[in-house]
């Protein structure tokens, strides 16, 4: 059970570059996010899917793009990177709630750090 | 809309003390709340999770509250050693489309003298 993987680990894009940051969870969890961190700053949801082909916004969508073909992947996809795009960015995943009543946690990966030049 | 506090944003503590982190949030409907740990350059490691339903959760030397009616939670680290530091995250989980999502405090940085 490896849990949120994430891949690359570490990535440097020049401007306009586009990439796809990969996260896969084997825990068979319907709902699954992507945040950034920046410095010293909370962290940001960009998008978010409560299962396999539903895909919302977060509070920093814009300049990123999902897809969720599989309940296990949840690719994040930068299209022309610009350098506010420096960040680290973690994908996380949880269990459906039992309705009203028990709500579960997030499981973080291990983030992939992406530097915008 | 939902805003998560925590304070201090830095701590310095020498070893064996106990310590008590905050976090508060200007919603109280909230569906339950996480703490994290964070070690530099790494990702968030689930402490403690609390339903909306209980008062506090307890596991070895952590004890996290709750208390809704006033929008407060706080991280008990008992004895404190050099390993415990990291930057300590609390996320509330709000409810929205049926659903929840996590809103991120800032952070508490602590580090623990030896």
């Known amino acids: ?117 | 809309k939902q805003e998560v506090t925590q304070i201090p944003a830095a701590l310095s503590v020498p070893e064996g003390e106990n310590l008590v982190l905050n976090c508060s949030f200007t919603d109280s409907a909230i569906y339950n709340l996480q703490w994290f740990r964070q070690d530099p350059g790494k990702g968030l490691t689930s402490l403690l999770l609390i339903q909306s339903s209980q008062r506090e959760q307890t596991s070895g030397r952590l004890n996290a509250s709750l208390d809704k009616s006033s929008g407060r939670s706080t991280l008990y680290i008992a004895a404190s050693q050099p390993g415990d530091s990291a930057t300590y995250l609390c996320a509330v989980a709000y409810t929205t489309s049926g659903t929840y999502k996590y809103i991120f405090g800032t952070g508490t940085r602590l580090k623990v003298l030896a």
């Open chain 1, 1 to 117: 059970n490896a849990g949120v993987t994430q891949t690359p680990k570490f990535r440097i894009l020049k401007i306009g570059q586009s990439m796809t940051l990969q996260c896969t969870q084997d825990m068979n969890h319907n709902y699954m996010y992507w945040y950034r961190q920046d410095p010293g700053m909370g962290l940001k949801l960009i998008y978010y899917s409560v299962g396999a082909g539903i895909t919302d916004k977060g509070e920093v969508p814009n300049g990123y793009n999902v897809s969720r073909s599989t309940t296990e992947d949840f690719p994040l996809r930068l299209e022309l990177a610009a350098p506010s795009q420096t960040s680290v960015y973690f994908c996380a995943s949880r269990r459906t709630e039992v309705s009203g009543r028990i709500g579960y946690g997030y499981t973080f990966g291990s983030g992939t750090r992406l530097t915008v030049v």
